[in-house]
């Protein structure tokens, strides 16, 4: 079996890509795919616990624990999130014909 | 199937939120109904109704006994109910003067409404929530609506742009906090704030860098919510470019919910830690967001974006209530308050129980006054001068006095009371956190916050002096009255000269609050 430290790791450097992405990349829809990084090795974290932590507070019988369900509920936050997210780029595009992070900075003083 | 046996009184803390949320329903299907040209002025209405029944709810909750509810997922306790009342406060005044905004531009529609609704919801749950995914969840909530509700106006290149900007600094700040929550999953094995207290001392000296790291990542993930430097970058712009009534309920609602969380979560992740280290971390976010806030304020000539970077420096100063609440050794001019402690306990829990007030007080002044001020600020702009970045200059005040002295009253007000200057509430509430510090033994963070708050009269005085003693500009565009402006305009002047004459009973019910916060 694979130590649960080598998923915790994976985990985290995903976790870095993904923070280093937001603040570097400059496409619009680079950085949005970052943030969905981030939150996928939030989730990886999560479910490396869960596993390590067994089926805890999930009642005797209970096959999924907390960290289980978090991950779920990550997952669907994460999908209104691009919902939102993919609508205001659009928008963006719309205004300006370009979706680059640096174009997007008429309000700077 | 084992299901969660859930009473009927479980519900009733949820009963404000659920009235948002059925008012907000209401407004979406009826717009299914409705032609393009069809009379929306019911719109507005339906909302501040909502946002009084939620309050009016609110101030009920207070006076039941503090519990856990939903198998302590979330707290009822005066704390929240009060941030409740805040929020619907600040929802009542953003809808207020959203009727004149909208209608000029011509953008009236239930959605704009409903999406208000939805995020004051998020807001009023993430106050009582006491678990982190429903944290996490409720932060979401009140995020996406204000994603969509800053991108609103479609038309300019603006509103986009500070749609983008609060969208991904905000995703990228919630992914932040969720790790920090992952992370002390880990160590604790449990999410729910109540049963952490135990293993998290467990884990501190079996494996410490796990609670440091996670905890220092759910504060930075907070910091970004709450806009303290050095996590403020998002601020002015964001406060810039969304619809004035979107900012005033961002200013409002959003910052008080996420410090009810902050406080929240750091009251039981900061037990068993070495009480230094909390102390430390917001005493330097204190420091740090009142300075540069004030200081970067100063040059402002544009009063929106002025208003964005004081909402920074009023961050500061409640971020100074937070870290009065983790002294643990307090120092000689440690003061009991005879007053104020109603239950007894040591000087130290009357001192805590006062921050907490502070916090609380601070909280209902700085909505009052910012939805104020930036419903006057949406009473001046003109749609047409947005994209040359005029819409908000000073020149817009000048004269104001002699064209509308109601309104001149009105922003000389709430401009006295974010200086600080009594006899306003924001003099009151200032008072009341920097006594609370100071009583803590934070004395020289004090005296910072002091000079940094007397630095910020200087460009809340200046738009005074504008709207009193400059000449009317030539060829100035008449102004156009709203009934919904002016009755945001009225009642936060009301409340903030009466909490500022009067503010014995709310302070004196606080300080009761603060004793019950429930844990």
Redesign the interface.
Known sequence: MVPITYYLLLAAALFCMGMFGVLVRTNALVVFMCVELMLNAVNLTFLAFARMHGALGGGPNAVFGVGHVSAFFVIAVAAAEAAIGLAIVIAVFRSRGSVNVDDIRTMKH | M?LPNLILADFLPLLPAIIMVVAASVLLLSEVFLSATASRGYQAVLTVVAAAASGAVAVGLMFEPPREVFLGFGVLDPFSSFLTLVVSVGLGLAALSAVGFLRKRGAERGEFYALMLFASAGMSLLAMSSEF?TI??NI?VLS?AT??LT?YL?R??????????Y??LG??S???L??G???L??AT???KLN?MVGPLQQALSTNPALVYVGAVLIAAGFAFKVAAVPFHMWT??VY??APTPVTALMSAGVKAAAFASLVRVFLTVGKGMDPKLPLMLFATLALLTMVAGNLMAIP?R?VK?MLAYSSIAHAGYLLLGVAALFVTAPGEHFRVLAASSLSGGTPLDVARSDALRGILYYLLAYTFSAAGAFAMVSALERREDEEK?TAWDLERFAGLAQRRPGWAFAMAAFMLSLGGIPPTVGFMSKLLIFQAAIDVGLVGLTIVAVLSSAAGAYYYLRVVVYMFMHPVPEGAQPLERNWGTEAALVISTVAVVLLGILPGHVTDWLAQAGTLFGQ
């Open positions: 084992n995914i996490f969840i979401e996406i994603y969509a991108a479609r300019g290149t603006r509103p986009s742009e500070a749609g983008f900007k969208f991904i995703a990228f919630s992914a932040v969720l790790y929550t992952a992370l999953y880990g094995g449990t999410t049963d002015p712009d810039e470019g402002q544009n974006r970045g």
